[in-house]
C-alpha cells in the first residue's frame, strides 16, 4: 500500500508559479512511475505530466509543455511538479498517482493522492 501526499497548492496571479510536491509512504517509491493528473470542474482527470522510476523519462501533455516540469527525488520519496506561467485554465484540482507502467491512462495508476487545490486568477 501506498500513501500519497500532495502540498504546495493555492491561489496565485496568472503568469505566477507554483510547486507542487507528492510525498510517498512507501520505501518502494523508485519501483512505481509517478504522474500528475488535474481535475477541473465539470471536467474528466486528465493526465498532466508523468515520469518513470528512475526519472529519466518524462510525458508531458500539450497544454502545459514548456510551462511545467516533472521530477522525482527517490531518495526523499517525493515526486514534484513546478509550474510557471499559469493560466486560468490551470485551475483545477491536481492529484499525483503511482503506477507500475508510465502512461497517461489514469486507469494504470493504482495509487492516488487525496489532490491540491490549484486557482489561478486572471
Known amino acids: 500500500q501506498v500513501q500519497l501526499v500532495e502540498s504546495g497548492g493555492g491561489l496565485v496571479q496568472a503568469g505566477g508559479s507554483l510547486t507542487l510536491s507528492c510525498a510517498a509512504s512507501?520505501?518502494?517509491?523508485?519501483?512505481?512511475?509517478m504522474g500528475w493528473f488535474r481535475q477541473g470542474p465539470g471536467n474528466e482527470r486528465e493526465c498532466v505530466t508523468a515520469i518513470s522510476r528512475s526519472g529519466e523519462n518524462t510525458y508531458y501533455a500539450d497544454f502545459v509543455k514548456g510551462r511545467f516540469t516533472i521530477s522525482r527525488d527517490n531518495a526523499k520519496d517525493t515526486v514534484y511538479l513546478q509550474m510557471n506561467s499559469l493560466k486560468p485554465e490551470d485551475t483545477a484540482v491536481y492529484f499525483c498517482?503511482?503506477?507500475?507502467?508510465?502512461?497517461?491512462?489514469?486507469?494504470?495508476?493504482?495509487?492516488w493522492g487525496q489532490g491540491t487545490q490549484v486557482t489561478v486568477s486572471s
Open positions: 498517482a503511482a503506477g507500475s507502467v508510465q502512461s497517461n491512462n489514469p486507469n494504470e495508476y493504482t495509487y
Open positions: 512507501a520505501r518502494t517509491f523508485s519501483r512505481y512511475t
